[in-house]
């Protein structure tokens, strides 16, 4: 009948568009993941690095709290659930996003800082075979190598702005806490309500970021104009856009897969700066940007 031909039809077209939101997801992730570091250029001039991230955790709670009661979300059954989603949330934000603030609060340059971050994929692949036994055949360790080199050309301009040895460790604590957390979430926690769960994840590491402020800083905030939009941009866009594409990637994806999608965030972060700060891009940089893609698109491409 016609209907059901019109039922047809629309059920098409509804898989149709599934399917092309999940080709693009990943490429929004990377692109709503390297604004983290232009956020932090505008945030950071007026805020110290903890006190900033205990701000945006705390807002991030409350929203997220009040959009799981009212929508009537599921909670966690069993105890344990809530332990392994909370340890993969202190890893992911509280100990990744820690290292990251404190390390460009330091002066550590955004493109070194990317560097460090974006050596993941090759640590991520080391472990994924001996905790989950993910393989990674020989084109996938190509990939990883040649995006390895492509990231590397890609920030090789600023490897000579400043001390740089000095203000490395926050940078190399991030680059653990994103493995671990990427690695324990997919192992231990992989599907879990993106309401709840961000709730649950956010909880413990405001816990442990306020106990760092207490320690280590005064909680001191400036309120300008800069600074609110960079919060607002990193609660909303950060805190809840990016942060629940990489809850779906881990949930729908292989570790190295996932893992491979930060070497383009390097890439990405250099192109805003350029359209935004004017930083201009060198012919290094930009076949850099080729062999990255190049890399990622060796690792994720089906067998």
């Not at 001039?45 to 945006?56: D, I, K, M, Q």
């Not at 493109?111 to 020989?138: C, E, H, N, R, Y």
Request: hydrophobic letters at 55%; glycine letters at 10%; proline letters at 4%.
């Amino acid at each position: 009948s016609t209907s059901c031909r019109r039922l047809a039809t629309e059920g098409r077209a509804r898989c149709t568009l599934a399917v092309l939101m999940q080709r693009l997801y990943p490429f929004l992730f990377v692109f709503l993941w390297s604004t983290g570091f232009i956020g932090a250029k505008y945030g950071l001039p007026y805020a110290e690095p903890l006190s900033f991230l205990l701000t945006r955790y705390g807002l991030v709670i409350a929203l997220m709290t009040v959009i799981a009661l009212a929508t009537r979300a599921p909670w966690p059954e069993r105890p344990i659930q809530w332990v392994h989603i909370a340890v993969s949330g202190v890893l992911v934000h509280a100990v990744y996003l820690g290292g990251v603030f404190i390390a460009i609060a330091q002066g550590l340059p955004a493109g070194v800082t990317a560097l460090v971050v974006g050596t993941q994929p090759l640590l991520t692949a080391i472990a994924a075979g001996w905790l989950l036994g993910d393989k990674v055949d020989s084109r996938q360790w190509f990939g990883l190598g040649l995006g390895f080199v492509g990231v590397l050309l890609v920030v090789s301009g600023k490897l000579g702005d400043g001390p740089l040895f000095s203000m490395l460790t926050p940078a190399l604590v991030a680059l653990l806490g994103i493995t671990a957390g990427t690695l324990y979430q997919k192992r231990y926690c992989a599907r879990f309500d993106l309401r709840t769960g961000s709730v649950i994840q956010f909880v413990p590491t405001a816990l442990l970021t306020a106990i760092a402020v207490l320690l280590f800083e005064d909680y001191r905030i400036v309120w300008s104009g800069e600074f609110v939009f960079a919060l607002g941009w990193l609660v909303l866009v950060l805190s809840l856009g990016a942060i629940s594409l990489l809850n779906l990637l881990i949930r729908s994806g292989s570790a190295v897969n996932v893992a491979s999608l930060f070497y383009l965030t390097p890439v990405s972060t250099a192109l805003i700066a350029f359209l935004i700060f004017g930083e201009k891009l060198t012919l290094t940089a930009t076949f850099g940007m080729a062999l990255a893609v190049s890399g990622v698109y060796l690792v994720a491409r089906p067998r």
